[in-house]
Each structure stands twice: as structure tokens, then as C-alpha cells.
């Protein structure tokens, strides 16, 4: 019997990083932020900081900071950090994104501008926190088509679509290096590595007490996905500088 903090890491189990992204378009986004030797890397939101750590190892003598609130996810960052020997050169710190003062040269935001507020406020704030001259991996969701109710349901109303996304980035005065969408087997397989560790663990232990929420929990979620915002709601990755 699984106790209740493994059964927790089960969500993530099977997620490479928590944000629909194939290893080659990582590769991408990586190569565009341009990690050079010896720059100080800072990812707000940073969950257990794959990215992160791809990038620190991209660029000699790079060293990092990945901050979250998940302290599971920091956990597995840093237990990750070591596996590749990135501990002396990779933090990881428990502490709100919006709080986060010292600037870096390379600054990774995926998923996470709801940790201030919204796209505009995110935008905004990640100015404070990138050097002149440094460059900002900013990933956040969009309408890639128009949305349905149940769409707009589930994602609230201060999804932008992709068009206003990137009125909003010239706005706060960021210039666009690089601008990609995450495409639907990226989709795909975001959703159902999602799903994957706690749906293996299903079909291995369909009598465990636990099992007919994780099951309600997964069919609501799948059922969403193909019925309400597959194709709908995008994922974009936007390499900025100012
Ligand atoms: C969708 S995940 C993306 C994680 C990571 N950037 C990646 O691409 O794998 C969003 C992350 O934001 C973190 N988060 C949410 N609110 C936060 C806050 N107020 N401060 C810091 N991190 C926060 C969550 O714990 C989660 O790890």
C-alpha cells in the first residue's frame, strides 16, 4: 500500500515536465534562449525544473535557481540535480514566484503566470527579474481557436487568445526572439502522461480505497480533454528580450 505522499507523486510520475512540449522543441526553445557560459539562470515556477536543468547543463560554468511552492516538486529537483551532478550549480527554493527579487541573465516562466496574477501581470513583473541584455522563456496558455462554454469553464475567462498573447508581450515592452505552439500530439502526450501514473496504478490496484476517485478524477479529465479543449486551448512558448 502506497502511502499518501507516494500516492501523490503518482500525478507526475510519468511527466517529463509538467507543460505539453516534446523533447525537440525544448531543444528548440533552449537553443533560442541561448544559455551562454557562465550566465545565472532563475525559473519561477520551475516545478521539478527539467528545463531548468537542461539549461544550466547547456552552458558552461551556468549556474541556476528554480523556485516553487510544490515542495514535492522541489523534492524531485533537486534529487534530479544530483543524478546529473548539478547539485553545486542548480538551487531549488521554496518561496512564492511573485516574491522572487534577484535578477538573472536567462529567465524561464512556463506555466506558472498565474503565480502572478495573470499573463499581463506576469509579463510585467519578469521585467523586474531579467538582466539588460538577458533573454525571457516565457510559456503560457492561449486560445488557439475560439473557445466553447465548457472551455471557458474550465479555464476561466482570462485565457488571451494567441493574437492578444502577443499584443499584450508588446505592450510590457518585451521584443519576440522566438515564438512556437505546443501542436496536438504534444497535446496528447502532456494529457496523457497526466494521466498515466495514477491511471497505471488503477489497473494494478482497482479494489484500493483510493481507487474510485483517482477513476472519476481521470475520466472527468479525459473527458474534458477530447470533449472541450483539445485543439482549443494552445500552449505558447515566446523567447523575449527589451
Ligand atoms: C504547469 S506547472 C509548470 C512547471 C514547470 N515550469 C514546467 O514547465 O515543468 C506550474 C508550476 O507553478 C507552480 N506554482 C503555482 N503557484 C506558484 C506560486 N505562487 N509561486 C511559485 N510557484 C507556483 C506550481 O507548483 C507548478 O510547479
Not at 3 to 32: G, I, K, Y
Not at 33 to 53: I, M, P, Q
Not at 213 to 224: A, P, T, Y
Amino acid at each position: 500500500m502506497l502511502s499518501a505522499e507516494e500516492f501523490a507523486t503518482l500525478r507526475h510520475a510519468r511527466m517529463r515536465w509538467n507543460t505539453p512540449l516534446s523533447e525537440e522543441h525544448a531543444a528548440l526553445l533552449l537553443q533560442r534562449l541561448e544559455v551562454r557560459s557562465g550566465v545565472r539562470v532563475l525559473d519561477l515556477g520551475c516545478g521539478w525544473g527539467e528545463l531548468l536543468l537542461r539549461a544550466v547543463a547547456g552552458g558552461a560554468g551556468a549556474a541556476g535557481v528554480g523556485v516553487d511552492t510544490d515542495e514535492a516538486a522541489l523534492v524531485r529537483g533537486r534529487a534530479l540535480a544530483a543524478s546529473r551532478s548539478l547539485g553545486d550549480r542548480v538551487r531549488f527554493v521554496r518561496e512564492e514566484a511573485a516574491a522572487w527579487r534577484e535578477p538573472a541573465d536567462r529567465v524561464l516562466c512556463v506555466g506558472a503566470a498565474h503565480a502572478f496574477g495573470g499573463t499581463v501581470g506576469a509579463l510585467d513583473a519578469l521585467a523586474g527579474v531579467v538582466r539588460p541584455g538577458g533573454r525571457l522563456l516565457f510559456g503560457d496558455a492561449c486560445w488557439e481557436a475560439a473557445p466553447g462554454g465548457a472551455a471557458v469553464r474550465i479555464f476561466g475567462d482570462a485565457v488571451l487568445p494567441l493574437a492578444e498573447l502577443v499584443e499584450q508581450v508588446r505592450v510590457a515592452g518585451w521584443r519576440v526572439l522566438h515564438l512556437s505552439t505546443a501542436d496536438l500530439r504534444e497535446w496528447d502526450d502532456f494529457e496523457s502522461t497526466w494521466r498515466a501514473g495514477r491511471q497505471e496504478w488503477l489497473l494494478e490496484h482497482p479494489e484500493d480505497s483510493r481507487a474510485a476517485e483517482v477513476r472519476g478524477e481521470l475520466d472527468v479529465r479525459l473527458r474534458e480533454y477530447v470533449g472541450a479543449y483539445r485543439g482549443v486551448l494552445g500552449m505558447a512558448y515566446l523567447v523575449l528580450g527589451r
